[in-house]
């Protein structure tokens, strides 16, 4: 097996080739005048199996663009076989169409993927693991929740209370709950689907005088997280610990979620930011090792 670090996630990259003690392939990347993407192998990769890292976060046309061509070339300079490791699979939320005419741009993307010639993918906490059986090929959704919880453990959050700002975040905050034992809740959130602006809906929890940490899979805006700090802030938190697997941080989001009362934010390396504590590289090694 090798592995080949895409330009969107060198580190990582090399850190799970390091961690699976597997030849780490570099390639030759870079955009032409007009902005358009080149990639070049400069390894021979006939008949090897191909791992390719590469995270979709923002600019994530370009690095779409840029997986696809790495999947295209590496099956084209004859690899046995090619995964895409994608830890932040873009157009993840668009897993449907919630207005009429509306793209359904996750399905998109994975008809490019495969068209492209993947083998097998595997993304980090999907925002939908359900919107994966679009894929015809084997897939997997890995998680770093628990890698998060560790964390906070080893913050001295042992104890606080898990929420998750939605439902859809419940899983994943009963995740962080089984390793910090403090009790776990959700939110009522709605998100206007043509504004983006999102309602919460207050519940009163027991948090006077806790910690809490507030887990989800992805910070955009901060809108979500910034509405779930305040809540517990009011209801008198002691530390508040946001936490995430993909970090996008638009606009200012970490210093907005900040000044909403957290402590702590806190992210993974599926996205490179200066929240990045945790890396997703263990869990990604544990399953190639598992799947070769
Ligand atoms: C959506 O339901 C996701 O799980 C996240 O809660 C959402 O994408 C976060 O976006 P934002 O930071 O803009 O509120």
Redesign the pocket.
Known sequence: MIVVPGPASKELGIKIGTLLGARVVHVEFKHFPDGESYVRYIDDINWEDVVIVQTTSPPQDTRLVQLLLLIDAAKDLGARSVTAIVPYFAYS?QDKRFRPGEAISLRTMIKLIEAAGADRFVTVDV?NPDALRYFKIPTANLSAMSLLAEYAKECGLEGAFSLA??E??LPRAKIVESVLNGGCDWLP?E?DSIT?K?TVVEKTFDVQGKDAVVV????????????ATSILKKQNARRVAVMCAHA?L?GG?KEKIIEAGADMVVGTDSVSSDVTTVSVAPIVADYLRKGF
């Open positions: 939320r925002h700002p939605d859809h975040a959130k998100r983006g999102i989800d899979d992805i910070i955009s805006t901060g809108g979500t997280m910034i509405a996008l638009m989001a």
